[in-house]
């Protein structure tokens, strides 16, 4: 297939980025892409580029209302005759705001005329635009802003976009949305990825992080029995112990295989995953200081069931990352956490631990978060972009 567009990467932001990100996934998902533009990188064709004399030209000029026919239509057969050796192996075209938005109107003539199946990515639409009121005008070449391209297949990056189109083009358009690379805006390193992706953890919806050491006195029990009864209603719940076995406590081992007992006994054993096994024998703890950070920022809840604190270091990492607390309810972590962790009782047993986390999966930003990572990632995008470009060419 080739992606089209009048710039390309590199240019910050925009339709320029989404661009570069379509290429990313569809080749890492073996994909035969070519990205064609103006500049930047891809395969140039220089009268694709909205700032080509020629191009820019015709653009003023028809801001003006001075269509130059002539000039137009040797522009528009000149881009024609450059895309059809480039186009020749392709099996579809896809367009992004090219037909919608006035910058190269002979590159969207070009493809209105062309043999290629095209798909149009529909962004902007400047007829729908009063910042464009001066292109609101009838006849050629006019026209190609608010009119079907025929054969063509279009999607729209939202809803909103979705609705304009039926309104103005009657074309019942697919809606895929942008989105981000999720571990490369929040920084995560491709090591904690592969050590979430061993561990199973990567498939978490949510992830209850418990920073802390396997020792008696963090209640790590506590926490497996809460997780138990939150895989009631959250299924998909999964928590890490990211802590290796204190270092000093002689029955640190013993309560070890009582923890992996209990896991066992309350089914867990595919829902909590004590990172230290993910190291072999004899090898240092995969869990650094770098890795701890990573792992706070993918958590959608920290959890501390400590019986006893002189500080409370997870406190303040947690806050540091915007992470919602759930701990026992003792004086050091209050005077750390002020107002805004959800306690329970030191006395409590796993039900109020259960009520708390499930109080803050509910906070706002918690569940916009949540609802942001599964709509607009771009590993939950792929398969519909995908899908649209079979049905295009179908």
Request: glycine share 6%.
């Amino acid at each position: 297939m080739a992606l089209l567009h009048y710039t390309a990467p590199p240019v910050t932001g925009g339709v320029e980025a989404i661009l570069g990100e379509h290429r990313r996934l569809l080749t890492r998902a073996g994909h035969d892409v070519q990205l064609l533009a103006g500049r930047g990188d891809a395969t140039l064709v220089p009268e694709l580029d909205s700032r080509h004399p020629e191009v820019e030209a015709l653009y003023e000029a028809l801001r003006r209302g001075q269509a130059e026919h002539s000039a137009f239509e040797s522009l528009r057969e000149r881009i024609k005759q450059k895309l059809a050796p480039l186009l020749a192996d392709r099996d579809l075209v896809i367009a992004h705001n090219v037909a919608t938005m006035p910058f190269n109107l002979p590159l969207a003539a070009a493809l209105a005329g062309g043999p290629w199946p095209v798909l149009h990515w529909v962004h902007d639409l400047a007829w729908l635009n009063a910042h464009y009121r001066a292109f609101h005008r009838e006849g050629e070449p006019y026209d190609l802003l608010h009119r079907a391209q025929p054969d063509a297949a279009y999607v729209a990056i939202s809803e909103v976009r979705g609705r304009d189109l039926q309104q103005l083009l009657g074309v019942e358009a697919e809606v895929i949305p942008n989105g981000i690379d999720f571990d490369q805006f929040l920084g995560i390193r491709p090591a904690t990825r592969s050590l979430l992706r061993a561990a199973g953890l990567d498939r978490a919806d949510p992830l209850v992080l418990v920073p802390l050491r396997v020792t008696r006195r963090k209640r790590l029990e506590l926490a497996l029995e809460a997780a138990a009864l939150l895989r009631e209603r959250l299924p998909r719940l999964m928590l890490a112990v990211s802590g290796p076995l204190g270092p000093h406590a002689g029955d640190n081992r013993n309560y070890q295989q009582e923890l992996f007992e209990l896991r066992a006994r309350l089914e867990l054993d595919d829902v909590v995953r004590f990172l230290h096994e993910q190291a072999p024998a004899g090898a240092p703890h995969p869990v650094d200081d770098a890795t701890i950070a990573d792992l706070y920022r993918v958590a959608d809840v920290v959890l501390l069931p400590s019986e006893a604190e002189g500080f409370g270091l997870p406190v303040i990492e947690a806050a540091a990352v915007r992470a919602p607390l759930v701990c026992t309810d003792l004086e050091v972590l209050r005077e750390i956490g002020g107002a805004g962790i959800h306690a329970f009782p030191a006395g409590a047993g796993a039900d109020s631990v259960a009520m708390a986390v499930t109080a803050a999966l509910a906070e706002p930003l918690v569940a916009q978060r949540r609802r942001v990572a599964d709509t607009y990632s771009w590993d939950r995008i792929l398969p519909r972009i995908e899908a649209a470009v079979e049905k295009a060419i179908a």
